[in-house]
């Protein structure tokens, strides 16, 4: 077998970055499968492999070459985190609106950025009291998350938005002084971690490793449940599930990430969710083979 890896050797992040690409490279060195990397700065979309039954496909970059770069690689022999194939080609929806259907526990929220004043006030009234959140969508580490705390603030920075015609959430604010990542592989989490607000941020996920109090966090059987449900009803067979708690402890889904950079979960709780990743898609690839 191989696994064949979409990664981005420009981004030297956390997210997405060598850390991600380097420990599944470990991994399959460890499971002695080969690793044949494809990195998106040098990829020649013209000149890509075709898969086949023994290949295991995983993109760890967001970038629209990469995506395009899975687009190509994949089909129905080989093996990815994709609960069927052809979802690769559909466009991306909002994971609100499916946790919602399924009676997921997601923040309330409104997609795009209202039209008209009418639109506002009741946004505000469903959504509300203030604050509220603004997220530009696309972003990583709590960049583009916005606290707005009053109509003409709301007004103001969704004027700003409207220029850069970007993608935005306007969001419930769940007051919280702590988030869970937890990582779904298959049906279960196979790990997961808590973060600290910084003293004076509102935002839990601000990526900072210096000084961001992080610890490892089990689930309860029910959330976990709740959590592996989250990723499935998105087509997906992993994810990093964000979940914020509430001043009485309740979660609330803030976003399901695919992919997801597990580094920070795998180092946090010393759990070697690389190896967990690589070992299902073998599996998977062993029983499509049988």
């Known amino acids: 077998?191989?696994?064949h890896l979409i990664y981005d050797s420009s981004n030297t992040s956390n997210f997405q970055g060598n850390k991600v690409s380097g420990l599944l490279q470990s991994a399959c060195a460890t499971?002695?499968?080969e690793c044949v990397l494809h990195d998106v700065?040098?990829?020649?979309?013209?000149?890509?492999p075709a898969l086949g039954h023994t290949d295991?496909?995983?993109r760890a970059a967001i970038a629209g070459k990469a995506v395009e770069a899975q687009r190509r690689m994949i089909s129905s022999e080989c093996t990815s985190f994709h609960a069927d194939w052809e979802m690769v080609f559909n466009g991306e929806s909002s994971s609100y609106f499916l946790h919602a259907a399924h009676e997921l526990p997601a923040?309330?929220?409104f997609s795009g950025i209202p039209q008209t004043e009418n639109e506002i006030l009741q946004c505000v009234e469903q959504l509300g009291p203030f604050p509220l959140i603004v997220k530009v969508t696309g972003n990583s580490l709590g960049v583009g998350v916005m606290r707005v705390d009053s109509i003409e603030s709301l007004r103001s920075v969704l004027d700003y938005l409207k220029s850069l015609k970007v993608d935005v959430l306007i969001r419930k604010y769940i007051d919280h002084d702590y988030y869970v990542r937890a990582i779904v592989v298959g049906?279960?989490?196979?790990?997961?971690h808590a973060a600290y607000a910084m003293s004076g941020d509102f935002r839990t996920n601000t990526g900072d490793d210096t000084h961001q109090k992080r610890e490892a966090r089990v689930l309860t059987p029910e959330q976990q449940v709740m959590v592996v449900e989250s990723v499935r009803v998105l087509g997906v067979e992993t994810g990093g599930v964000d979940?914020?708690?509430d001043t009485d402890d309740n979660p609330f889904i803030a976003e399901v990430n695919f992919p997801n950079n597990f580094s920070v979960t795998q180092g946090v709780t010393g759990i070697d969710i690389a190896s967990k990743m690589v070992q299902y898609l073998m599996?998977?690839?062993q029983t499509k083979l049988d």
């Open 1 to 3: 077998m191989k696994f």
């Open 31 to 33: 499971h002695n499968i």
């Open 41 to 48: 700065q040098q990829l020649d979309l013209f000149q890509l």
């Open 56 to 58: 295991l496909l995983y």
């Open 107 to 109: 923040i309330p929220s």
């Open 187 to 192: 049906d279960q989490v196979v790990a997961s």
């Open 243 to 245: 979940l914020l708690f």
């Open 283 to 285: 599996k998977k690839a």
